[in-house]
């Protein structure tokens, strides 16, 4: 099974909303990531975890919390967003260095989220 | 901080002709060059990659150079066909984590 799947694919919530997106992949891969894409523009990197731990933020607005509760599940949950937040918000995983000789990442097909 | 340079933003060619879309990237670190396809609506997929400690890498129609001198990288693609259209995006990581996405270079190939 090659694939990581998201839930839900499509989310409109108001800006007092608390949601989660929710991603899960059974590779085997110890790398998650959490990519945000506006229309026209490329995947920009938000978090990456790593062996369950976070790793890497980039400087991400505390509004946006993620959860790694275990090896093949990543959660982005959602609170106070604003109506820039709109986006189409991706979950990839691969395998760590660590792992094995690629580093190609596997993309979800995303959740499409507006703030209204 | 990092970043990655990618040109041109909209190329378009005949059906059987080649694209060439170059990148260059800032941070001396990166050593894995990804380049993905997206379709609209569709998740960006892989299509090649390359490592810095490999020059060059060929699959099929589409070719991967890599200049680590210069922090050069170009994608280029042969013999064209319509469902090569999409947008593509080169990147630049740290083994694999931590990955910048050029701004990308919509594509469209003409029948």
């Known amino acids: 099974d090659t694939e990581v799947t998201q839930t839900p694919k499509h989310l409109v919530m108001g800006m007092t909303n608390k949601k989660s997106l929710k991603c899960e992949q059974h590779?085997?891969?110890?790398?998650m990531y959490w990519y945000k894409q506006k229309a026209k523009k490329p995947p920009e990197l938000m978090f990456v975890y790593s062996y369950e731990k976070l790793s890497i933020n980039e400087s991400v607005p505390s509004r946006f919390s993620p959860e790694c509760p275990n090896s093949s599940l990543l959660n982005l949950h959602l609170h106070a967003l604003q109506p820039e937040d709109s986006a189409l918000y991706l979950c990839?995983?691969?395998?760590?260095?660590?792992?094995?000789?690629?580093?190609?990442?596997?993309f979800g097909p995303g959740t499409r989220l507006t703030v209204t | 901080g990092e970043n990655v340079e990618q040109h041109p933003s909209t190329l378009s060619v005949q059906e059987g002709d080649s694209a060439v879309i170059k990148c260059t990237y800032s941070d001396s670190a990166s050593n894995y060059f990804p380049w993905y396809k997206q379709e609209l609506g569709k998740r960006p997929q892989l299509i090649i990659d390359i490592r810095s400690n490999v020059g060059e890498k060929k699959d099929q129609r589409i070719a991967v150079t890599l200049n680590k001198t210069a922090k050069h990288f170009s994608l280029h693609i042969t013999e064209t066909q319509p469902e090569d259209s999409a947008v593509y995006f080169c990147a630049a990581s740290w083994v694999g984590l931590k990955t910048i996405f050029g701004a990308g270079t919509r594509l469209f190939v003409k029948a």
């Open positions: 990839a995983s691969s395998q760590t260095p660590g792992q094995g000789i690629t580093y190609e990442q596997y």
């Open positions: 590779m085997g891969h110890r790398a």
